[in-house]
């Protein structure tokens, strides 16, 4: 779902993504434990494309789980070359991802 430019995954639908560029940088969140301010690392994602439709839109995570799957495409920015499919499951600190790479052929 594309909320305010931003992609948001929903609990067991997967969502296919394809991304056009990335930055790795800094924000400051509120950490829900103590209410204190916490400045985390964050991978952000351009994304052109989600489930087929052309949107200009953003994906960004800061779990270490999640972002290291997406590490052997960054350097050299091949994810360009594939569209993502993630599934998320669970809340918090229990949430998994489920990533599947899909080669684009003919395009």
Known sequence: MVLQNNVILQNNIPSRLHF???AIGKRTITNPDTG???V?????FEVD???GRA??????TMAEKLASQFKPYLDDRSYRNYDFILTQ?????LRT???????RTGR
């Open 20 to 22: 056009t560029d990335h």
């Open 36 to 38: 204190q301010p916490a």
């Open 40 to 44: 985390r690392t964050v991978l952000e």
């Open 49 to 51: 494309l989600l489930d």
């Open 55 to 60: 949107v200009v839109a953003k994906f960004s």
């Open 89 to 93: 499951r669970g809340e918090g600190y």
């Open 97 to 103: 991802w489920t990533v599947q790479v899909i080669p």
